[in-house]
């Protein structure tokens, strides 16, 4: 991965980014606001577009099974 420029992620407090098994979307969890937001992935440039509104996580967020607090 290279920097290709900014995009606003629709939260606050980015914490974890990641893209999917396919490289088309990436992720974005925002730690102050609690959302995820998706962003499209151009295969051939590698630039981001939103793909909607940020999702609302639930309260306490979100773990994987088997994890505990």
Known sequence: ?????????????????????EERWMFVASQDSGSVAVLARDPTTGALT??????????GGV????QYS
């Open 63 to 66: 773990r994987a099974p088997g």
């Open 50 to 59: 939103p793909a909607g509104e940020p999702a609302a996580l639930p309260a």
């Open 1 to 21: 991965m290279r920097l290709l420029g900014h995009h606003p992620c629709g939260g606050s407090g980015p914490r974890h980014v990641g893209p999917d098994a």
